[in-house]
């Protein structure tokens, strides 16, 4: 599902305005993704700043727009923090 | 080993950051004393999760220890764990949000908890949320169960050594 709605999202032509149905695909997408990166340890599939993520997010719930973007800087920062880690322990 | 490491120093210091972060947005939570509606109360849920996530990820390796680093104390697991499963119970019993979103935060919740009655309280959480429909729980509950499996070995091999 994340890989399929990846692909989508990168052929969408961020200079053209977004459908009310398109956003919500990618709201829906970004909310999912992200706790599933953090649930697994995943990276995040696609880059939030480069990705959609600015266009939509005003739509989000409001007291889920800034929890959702704390979730993913945890996220990323813990992924780098365990690769960093697991170099030091065993090298 | 590592104790002049620079790159975990800097490592170390963006935890901190981050821990502010999440820290500041609890501050700005203060002027509503109690959340209202199902996404601000699952902002709060996934608040409380990420705490304890961020806290736990350096509690891993000892190269952390020497280091000023985002920690909690006991009675502030306690609290985050209490508030997860608190108004994770509500939100699944009164509301329509997708229940997957909870899973993340049980996860967290479960990862803390020691006795069976809580580790009990997580699982029947978890539970409710298969019963809802999302079978991927059920990876959550296995995976726990495996976790539990394993603190409970090391607490035996600790006590084992005491002796």
């Given amino acids: 599902m994340v890989f399929g709605m990846s692909k989508m999202l990168l052929l969408l032509d961020p200079t053209n305005p977004l459908s009310l149905p398109t956003k919500s695909l990618i709201d829906a997408f970004w909310i999912l993704e992200t706790n599933r990166a953090i649930l697994y340890g995943d990276n995040i599939a696609l880059d939030p700043d480069k990705y959609q993520l600015s266009s939509t997010r005003a739509s989000w719930p409001d007291p889920m727009k800034k929890i959702l973007m704390l979730m993913i800087q945890a996220s990323t920062f813990a992924k780098r923090q365990v690769s960093y880690t697991m170099i030091g322990e065993f090298s | ?163």
């Fill in chain 2, 1 to 163: 080993m590592r104790s002049f490491d620079a790159r975990l120093d800097a490592l170390a210091l963006e935890g901190l950051e981050i821990e502010e972060r999440l820290l500041n947005w609890q501050e700005g939570r203060h002027l509503e004393r109690l959340p209202v509606g199902p996404f601000a109360q699952l902002a709060v849920i996934v608040h409380n999760a990420l705490l304890l996530y961020h806290c736990r990820n350096f509690t891993f390796h000892s190269c952390w220890m020497t280091r000023k680093t985002p920690q909690l104390n006991q009675s502030e697991v306690d609290k985050h764990v209490s508030t997860i499963l608190d108004l994770s119970q509500t939100l699944l019993s009164d509301t329509y949000i997708p229940a997957v979103l909870l899973l993340f935060p049980l996860r967290m919740a479960g990862a803390h908890v020691l006795e069976s009655h809580a580790q009990d309280k997580v699982l029947d959480t978890i539970r409710k949320i298969r019963q809802k429909g999302f079978i991927v729980s059920d990876i959550i509950e296995v995976d726990l169960q495996e976790l539990w499996h394993y603190n409970l070995g090391e607490l035996t091999k600790a006590n084992e050594m005491r002796v």
